[in-house]
């Protein structure tokens, strides 16, 4: 496994990978790796013969009152991962190698960024398609693999993608969990003990709502009253930013789901919240399918 700290030496491996006919695979990641990003780069090293890695803390996703200092870092363990996960190379470039003194271009997100998560990180889209557009342009991959645990972060590189003629194919991967449910990230890292017992309310609501709705359940507000009570009830949580029901496609809101689950083409349903616990802000989500058992 190699480390490559420059863009124009990742720029001409992988040229050179394409040349030898290898099917490039590329897994962007913010580093302190867990089970889930190893999950994207296993699915990688299934379906490409080189698989690329790059570690980023991108400083433009970030707010400024955000976590971007405190974010964990841990280089030797993430590379000692990585070997051990077979990944051929890491790209690991410095904030001054992605962004020069003279740094001024950005890309814009487009409406998907003001809704969900982008109410409450209003540069955080915008960010992460400046960097995932720098990167696939650097690394110009065959596959770039992407968890759907940042569900809204996947659908809007897909947009980008679509948009803006990028020649990549976009893969979205399921989101790993802990074994009580808890969708693993990197962040999970700040919670207490019993912050991190707590944080599992996240997933409790979302099969909550789940299981009202495959149930019969179609008033909104008595599935959001269900889990507004949960959280309520949740000593470690301080803030629910959002609890929302979307298609999963377009992201649109669901406001009746009476007639949304009526229609014969519905798409089914992204159930998707942000929640504050104790001083660490978690996502999660789940997708219900197409022809659940909704009545
Ligand atoms: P990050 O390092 O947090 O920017 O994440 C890098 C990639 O790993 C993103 O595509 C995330 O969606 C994905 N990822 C993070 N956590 C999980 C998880 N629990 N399951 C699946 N993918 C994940």
């Known amino acids: 496994m190699k480390v490559i700290k420059k863009i124009d030496g990742m720029m001409k491996i992988s040229k050179e ?68 996960a077979g990944v051929d190379y890491v790209f690991n470039p410095d904030t001054k190698e ?92 700040y919670l207490s003990p019993a912050e991190r017992e707590d944080a599992t309310i996240l997933f409790r609501c979302l099969n909550t709502a789940a299981k009202l709705i495959k149930n019969g359940q179609l008033d909104i507000n008595k599935i959001k009253g269900q889990v507004d009570f949960m959280f309520n009830k949740n000593k470690s949580v301080k803030r629910v930013e959002y609890f929302d029901l979307r298609e999963p496609e377009s992201l649109q809101e669901i406001n009746d789901l009476e007639q949304y689950t009526g229609r014969q083409h519905n798409r089914g349903i992204l159930i998707a919240t942000a929640v504050w616990i104790g001083g660490t802000r978690l996502i999660d989500n789940i997708v219900l399918k197409p022809g659940i058992n909704i009545s």
Do not use: W
């Not at 990978?17 to 889930?36: A, D, E, I, R, S």
């Not at 194919?169 to 969990?177: A, L, Q, S, Y």
């Open 17 to 84: 990978l394409k040349n030898q006919g290898n099917k490039v695979g590329f897994v962007p990641t913010m580093g302190y790796l867990h089970k889930g990003h190893l999950s994207l780069i296993e699915k990688s090293r299934d379906e490409c013969s080189k698989v690329i890695v790059s570690i980023f803390v991108n400083p433009r996703q970030f707010g400024p009152q955000e976590d971007f200092d405190k974010y964990p870092r841990d280089k030797k363990r993430d590379l000692g991962l990585s070997r051990k």
């Open 98 to 189: 992605m962004y020069r003194d003279d740094f001024e271009t950005t890309v814009s997100a487009g409406s998907l960024k003001k809704i969900m998560c982008g109410r409450f990180r209003p540069l955080h889209f915008d960010g992460v398609c400046t960097v995932v557009l720098k990167l696939l342009n650097i690394v110009a991959p065959h596959n770039t693999y992407f968890g759907r645990k940042d569900y809204q972060q996947l659908i809007i590189i897909r947009k980008m993608v679509r948009d803006l003629n990028i020649p990549v194919n976009i893969v979205g991967c399921p989101i790993v969990r802990e074994k009580d449910g808890l969708a693993v990230s990197s962040r999970n890292k």
